[in-house]
């Protein structure tokens, strides 16, 4: 009896897919879609977000025949959003996610032999391409997300041209979510652009009638408006970052109100983790209105049913190359027109809904752009530089960009290459740039791979690189900081953010990778668990390019120097009245010790500038190390490290930068 219960459950659920499947926009074009493609190698798809593009085309291609001989691949600008279409569509067919249908993201691939329907971000295909440059394995590629204009996508856009002409059988399917898709039809040679007809409901759009001081509190304060004004359906707010995903503040303001309606708020970022991140799918219990707290990734990316009130704070993060300090910063910036409109249009997929505009009208008419500047033309290009090298292309200026990057960022990003020995004084490839090219990983990083195998100490940095690449280990619970610091003390090196880490790695795996143990020093399991494999993959990449893994022991000199070899163009004389980084970590400071020179990790930008992960080098290294950038001066009897006049070549301004 039970079992035939479960059964007709089951059955149930099938059924209901089904039906929302056949329920979507796409479904009512199927086969026109499937003909324009059999008739074209490429075609542009465009719809409005929610229509299905992104979990039906690959299985409408599957149902074709496409998958009989290769993959249907779909590429994503996004991890979270390649992870949770490839579960949703696997549960579509009734499949086991990683079987038929899988995905790939850095460092993790969930696929397996029979896999048919293969998600990824579009840098796992770039990747792909350098080991089979036809794309041999696939039948068909979407290039999903166009509109977004990813580093990665528009590299794609131009490799993935060349591969089409020289393979008839492939497929290209390159969607968008918004209008302007006559770019992408005539950068592929006027090949056809299909449109979805829509299914949208008017949405009200409210705008601020003063600009907002702070955009947490007010959308806290218009959330909760709605929630209370008696009106039915879903609250989706859009914030800049997961530091303003605070949802705790919404519940507070809710416990204060008497007689509040419950509300299930639940938010949504690419750093949640994945169990989390299901929820926004989920129905809440009862009738309890959900109100979803999301980055820009909700915007076109990730689709929730429901949605009738969209908040939008009118930030975004984007990473942006700031020339002063010569690399990539993530920086809040004011959202676009075209980012404003999507957004408003998640109110209007099941209903009429509203949208409020935390920002002006006339903000949003002389302030925003009309849409946001692509990623290509605004960041540091060192990777792509890297890889593109690596195909053969010798002359990147005239490489076929469908918009190409200013050339200062360009010529910025082969002199950084130049610095770390990529690139020769030709800029052709050096052998360690070669060798740079096999890890996914920044060229920094790399450098310091390869260059800890000649200083004896590559299986300690392949442990510190491994943690580098690996978001939060450690947290810091509200009510429990002072704890907290206290235990973090305990892995603490002084002179270097970078051995602690190698110092927390070594404890956990002395403590036989325990999870009690993470607990108990305030440690994510998952984050580390995630370095061990992160490691392990790295490894294997090692071992392949026959680079041998020795330890120096407790020698923690050479390997600071062996940081410093691959981040001497980041470095900082200290002033004496700093005042100490940024959490999470910040061993330098605080600890009477007080070194003159520090390389950094990274910079990151709020209000201030912060170095994050420091290691304290002698300047003497510097100028050995970098010698383009540093030498030593004899000053009575102290020697004195100078920056070497760099205006000729280019060089931002590193020496402005201070701790705060
Ligand atoms: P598009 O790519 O055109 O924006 P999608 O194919 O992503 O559209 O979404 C189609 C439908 O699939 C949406 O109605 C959405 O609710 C549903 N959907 C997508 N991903 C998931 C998921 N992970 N869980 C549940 N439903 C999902
Ligand atoms: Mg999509």
Request: glycine residues 6%; aromatic residues 8%.
């Amino acid at each position: 009896m039970k079992e035939k219960s479960e059964a007709s459950s089951e059955f149930a659920k099938k059924k209901s897919i089904l039906e929302q499947r056949q329920y979507l926009p796409i479904f009512a074009v199927r086969q026109q879609l499937l003909n324009i493609i059999r008739d074209n190698s490429i075609v542009i798809v465009v719809g409005e977000t929610g229509s299905g593009k992104t979990t039906q085309l690959t299985q409408y291609l599957h149902e074709d025949g496409y998958t009989s001989y290769g993959m249907v691949g779909c590429t994503q600008p996004r991890r979270v959003a390649a992870m949770s279409v490839a579960k949703r569509v696997s549960e579509e067919i009734g499949s086991n996610l990683g079987e038929e249908v899988g995905y790939a993201i850095r460092f993790e691939d969930c696929t397996s032999e029979k896999t048919l329907i293969k998600y990824m971000t579009d840098g796992i295909l770039l990747r792909e391409s350098l080991r089979e440059s036809d794309l041999d394995h696939y039948s068909a590629v979407i290039m999903d997300e166009a509109h977004e204009r990813s580093l990665n996508t528009d590299v794609l856009f131009g490799l993935l041209r060349e591969v089409v002409s020289r393979r008839t059988d492939l497929k290209l399917i390159v969607t968008s979510a918004t209008m302007d898709s006559d770019k992408f039809a005539s950068f592929f040679g006027n090949v056809p652009i299909f449109n979805i007809p829509g299914r949208t409901f008017p949405v009200d759009i409210l705008f601020s009638k003063t600009p907002q001081e702070d955009y947490v509190e007010a959308a806290v304060k218009q959330a909760l408006q709605i929630h209370l004004s008696g009106m039915m359906g879903d609250i989706l707010i859009f914030m800049p970052g997961q530091e303003d995903i605070e949802c705790k503040i919404i519940y507070y303001r809710l416990e204060d109100l008497e007689n509040a309606p419950p509300l299930a708020v639940l938010p949504i970022y690419s750093q949640l983790p994945s169990d989390l991140q299901a929820k926004i799918f989920q129905k809440a219990p009862d009738g309890v209105r959900k109100c979803i707290v999301a980055t820009n990734i909700a915007e076109t990316s990730l689709t929730v049913d429901g949605i009738m009130f969209v908040v939008d704070a009118g930030y975004c993060k984007l990473k942006v190359f700031n020339p002063r300090i010569g690399m990539d910063a993530l920086q809040v910036y004011p959202i676009s027109q075209a980012n404003a409109n999507q957004r408003s249009g998640r109110a209007g997929r099941t209903g009429p809904g509203q949208c409020y505009r935390l920002y002006t009208q006339s903000a949003y008419k002389n302030e925003m752009l009309t849409t946001t500047i692509p990623e290509i033309q605004r960041t540091n290009l060192a990777n792509v530089v890297l890889l593109l090298k690596s195909l053969g292309v010798q002359d990147l200026l005239l490489f076929h960009f469908m918009d190409p990057p200013p050339e200062d960022n360009m010529l910025n990003s082969m002199y950084q290459l130049w610095i770390l020995g990529s690139l020769d004084n030709t800029g052709a490839l050096t052998p360690t740039g070669r060798l740079m090219v096999e890890f996914p990983l920044d060229p920094a990083l790399s450098k310091m791979l390869i260059v800890s195998c000649d200083m004896a100490c590559s299986a300690d940095i392949l442990i510190i690189v491994s943690m580098l690449s690996v978001p939060a280990i450690f947290y810091r619970p509200k009510g429990r900081e002072e704890e907290s610091d206290q235990v973090r003390e305990k892995f603490s090196v002084p002179e270097s953010d970078h051995l602690t880490y190698l110092n927390v790695y070594m404890q956990w795996k002395n403590n036989n990778y325990s999870s009690i143990w993470c607990n108990e020093h305030f440690i994510h399991t998952k984050a580390m668990r995630k370095v061990r494999e992160v490691r392990s993959q790295l490894k294997d990449i090692m071992v392949q390019q026959k680079m041998n893994l020795v330890s120096c022991g407790s020698d923690w000199d050479i390997i600071r120097k062996c940081i410093c070899a691959a981040y001497f163009h980041q470095a900082a004389k200290l002033k004496h009245n700093y005042r100490g980084l940024k959490y999470p970590l910040c061993s330098l400071f605080g600890m009477g010790y007080t070194p003159d020179y520090i390389i950094y990790h990274e910079l990151v930008m709020t209000t201030k500038e912060y170095m994050q992960c420091v290691t304290a080098v002698d300047g003497e290294w510097l100028a050995e190390l970098g010698p383009m950038f540093y030498s030593v001066k004899q000053a009575g009897k102290s020697r004195q490290v100078s920056k070497n006049d760099l205006d000729h070549l280019n060089s931002p301004k590193r020496s402005n930068i201070g701790v705060q």
